[in-house]
Each structure stands twice: as structure tokens, then as C-alpha cells.
């Protein structure tokens, strides 16, 4: 497939063009999945284009650098006076952001000292998991990789390397003709999906599992507690087993890139009436609510692009 690319990207402290932000072959990044990174989104809205939580995102950013030991040459008012850049740059108004830190061209081996290099994207992006998907949700299933246990490798922090765990189960899923796989933890419960957190809806309230089990805290997933909570909605962070999945009224998967994304069915079996439901509905409007102005940002989650 023929891909067009935006025409600039933010590349070690300077706005190039995208074919000359470039990488060595022998980069440690490369070999060892030793990068950091975040996925944001930007909305056109009433008030113009805002980035979503830009603060909250690098922030976790800095984090995942920082569980690793991992130098930062910049720190987060450069990193947020650059994301604001290359979205000007591209002429960008909705889209998703990729920054990402990652060891660079140093020594060899593991433990080599090498320089932290950073790459911030910029582009269009509509329904992460398929056109329509937002309305009519997904089929999904549960893979047969649970994640790593978190005595192996954090989950907590948003690292490349924890996505080749994330592809495992996004490709199987795939491969079998599901809209997205969702995993299990290290106990046999549930985790979340391969780059969503997941949410079931159980007697009216959201069940949702706990950050122990195996997940990255989702940025999402939190938006999705604070506005359901001041809606009077019941949230509950618990330990889930398999099996509600196939009992719940409705679920859900939630992530920047996926944001609110009703499911359908799990495993083959329908759940709900096998559309979206009441409460993902609701949570739907809430959150693009943040985006279309129905919903007030008291927070003061949305940032602007210019200005
Ligand atoms: N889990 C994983 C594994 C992810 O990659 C993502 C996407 N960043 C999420 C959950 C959702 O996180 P967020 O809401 O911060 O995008």
C-alpha cells in the first residue's frame, strides 16, 4: 500500500523534513525496543484546535524515560512548545502525535551508554480500530498471550519493547478475523486489549480492571473515570475474571487512538443486544463532549495548538 507521509516531523530540536529525520541501522532502539513514546490526539473544536491531555501525556512520557533510566535532553515545556510546532508546521488541526524518545547510535551492547534521541509525528488519523467502528463496534476475542507479569517487563510505562506483546495479540486477533484482541494478566484475569483498556458494564456501573494487572494506566481510562464519576456513574477498579466478559451488558475498549470503542461481541458470543449499549452511549457523548463543547473542560484538559 502506497502511504503519504506528512511533510515535516520534529527531529532532535529542529522541524525537518520528514524524509531527513533518519536513524542509524545500528541505533540501540533498534535492536533492543529501548524507546518511550505517547499517542495523543488533537480535535478541531468550537474554541479551535486543542491537543487532549498534552500535559498528562508527557508527563507519562517522562515517566516511562525515568523507569528506565533513560536521559531526556529536553524537558516538557521544549517538548509541548514542539508538539505545537510540527502540528503548525503540517497545517494540522485533528490529528494524533507521536512523540518518541529512544537510544540512539552509542556503544554496543545492553547496558551501553548511548544517546536519548526524539522524534515527535504528526498526522491525520480517524477511527483507530476501523471506519464505523465507533457506532457499530467490534468482535473481539481473547488471545491466547496474556501479558508479562509485572516482575518482568512495567507495563506501566509506555516502552517499545512492551509493544511487541501488543502486536502478538493485535496480529492473532486479526488473523482470525477479530476486530481486536483482549488479554489476560499474569493470573489468568483480565488485563486489557493489545492498545486499549477495557471497561464492562455490570448492573449500570463501569468495572474496570486495576492498574496491578499488567495495563498501562490509560490516559482514557482515566478521563472516562473522572466523567463518569461526576456523572453519578459507578466506577469500580477490581480484579475481573474472563467470564464476565461474556456476562456483562455491555464492554468497551478505551485508548487515545481507539477512544471509545463499543464491543460487540467476545469470543463469538454477543453481548448485550449486540450493539452499543446505554452506558457506552453515554460515555461516548461525554467524551467527545470534551471535543464539540457539550461537555464543560474544567479540568483544563484541552490545550491549544496556536496561540
Ligand atoms: N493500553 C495500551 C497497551 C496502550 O497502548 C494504550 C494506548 N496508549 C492504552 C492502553 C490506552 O492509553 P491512553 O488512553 O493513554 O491512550
Not at 508479562?148 to 509506555?158: D, H, L, S, V, W
Amino acid at each position: 500500500m502506497t502511504q503519504t507521509y506528512p511533510e515535516f516531523i520534529w527531529h532532535n530540536g529542529a522541524i525537518k523534513p520528514w524524509a531527513e529525520a533518519t536513524t542509524h541501522v545500528m541505533a540501540h532502539a533498534v535492536h533492543y525496543g529501548s524507546s518511550v513514546f505517547e499517542g495523543i490526539r488533537s480535535y478541531k473544536t468550537p474554541r479551535g484546535a486543542m491537543i487532549f491531555r498534552l500535559q498528562d501525556h508527557l508527563r507519562r512520557l517522562f515517566n516511562s524515560a525515568r523507569i528506565y533510566a533513560m536521559a531526556m535532553p529536553y524537558d516538557q515545556a521544549q517538548l509541548t512548545a514542539a508538539c505545537r510546532a510540527v502540528m503548525q508546521a503540517n497545517k494540522l488541526e485533528a490529528a494524533y502525535l507521536r512523540p518518541v524518545a529512544y537510544l540512539g547510535l552509542g556503544g554496543f551492547g545492553l547496558a551501553a551508554d548511548c544517546p536519548t534521541d526524539v522524534a515527535i509525528a504528526a498526522r491525520p488519523m480517524g477511527a483507530y480500530l476501523g471506519e464505523g467502528v465507533l457506532e457499530q463496534g467490534i468482535d473481539a476475542c481473547v488471545s491466547s498471550w496474556q501479558r508479562f507479569a509485572p516482575n518482568t517487563i512495567p507495563a506501566g510505562a509506555k516502552a517499545g519493547g512492551n509493544y511487541l506483546s501488543g502486536q502478538l495479540i493485535a496480529r492473532e486477533a486479526r488473523r482470525l478475523g477479530f476486530g481486536e484482541g483482549i488479554a489476560l494478566a499474569h493470573n489468568g484475569l483480565l488485563s486489557e486489549g493489545a492498545g486499549e483498556n477495557l471497561f464492562l458494564v455490570m448492573d449500570g456501573a463501569l468495572h474496570t480492571p486495576p492498574v496491578a494487572a499488567s495495563l498501562l494506566n490509560g490516559i482514557t481510562r482515566h478521563t472516562l473515570i473522572t466523567l463518569a464519576e461526576q456523572a453519578g456513574i459507578k466506577v469500580v477498579e477490581r480484579d475481573l475474571p474472563r467470564e464476565y466478559l461474556y456476562l456483562a451488558d455491555e464492554v468497551f475498549m478505551c485508548g487515545t487512538a481507539a477512544e471509545i470503542t463499543p464491543i460487540r461481541s467476545v469470543d463469538g458470543r454477543s453481548i448485550g443486544n449486540g450493539g452499543m449499549g446505554p452506558i457506552t452511549r453515554r460515555m461516548q457523548r461525554l467524551y467527545f463532549g470534551l471535543f464539540d463543547g457539550s461537555t464543560a473542560d474544567q479540568w483544563g484538559w484541552l490545550e491549544p495548538v496556536t496561540g
